[in-house]
């Protein structure tokens, strides 16, 4: 196999969680009688680490106000916000055939440790991971930090792993960490974003991958 570990991120490349990711953003805001970001505004944040999406929609808040909306988004995003979350099709038997195949799975994502652990359990695919890093006790994508910490756990190698992912923020993090990238164009950043950031493709359907690998490493 040409790649050893494949690395996910979460929201908008395995899980569909725009539009409850967009509606806490905009509820915390509001809950402090702040004026909600547009929700263009609060997509383009999704991927970001939690702090760091706040600061972008919020320039120069105040600390005591930052740690309001991040106590409030998650309020909202754990015990309140219906919106269901659901992982894309063909994501699970996406991930079931690369197991079996003997690729190693991890992720790494801009959710906190809470939010990732129970999309876990929710969604079953906690014992397809081999291991997972999240921005709340790591640095936030673009940094390379994240993946270094993965690549260092798993004893992989920066040529034999990949990033999946939908935002720039996923192929900025790559290239900051000499992986290769492989961008995927049903999230939240359009493809012409993505290409900038020169991943080695990108796939429109996530049930795509396995043939995708399969001829990659045909090249």
Known sequence: MTFDLIVFDWDGTLMDSEARIVNCLQAAFGDLGLPPPGREAARDVIGLGL???????????????????????????????????????????????????????????GKGRVGLDKALVDTGLGG??????????????????????LMDEL??????????????????????????????SYGVHPVERLITHSPLDCIHDIAALPDWLTGYGMR
């Open 51 to 109: 702090d760091e999406a706040l600061l972008r929609l919020h320039p120069g808040a105040d600390p005591q106000i930052l740690r309001d909306l991040v106590t409030g988004y998650r309020r909202y995003f754990l015990e309140i916000d219906a919106t269901p979350s659901v992982l894309f099709a063909g994501a699970r038997e996406t991930l079931s055939q690369l197991a079996d195949s003997g690729y190693r799975l991890a992720v790494a994502t």
């Open 128 to 149: 397809l991971f081999h291991a997972t890093r999240c921005a709340d006790e790591t640095l936030s994508k673009p940094n390379p930090q994240m993946l270094l910490e």
């Open 155 to 184: 004893g992989a190698d920066a040529s034999a792993t990949l990033m999946i992912g939908d935002t720039e923020y996923d192929m900025q993090m790559a290239m900051n960490a000499r992986t290769k990238a492989l961008a995927v």
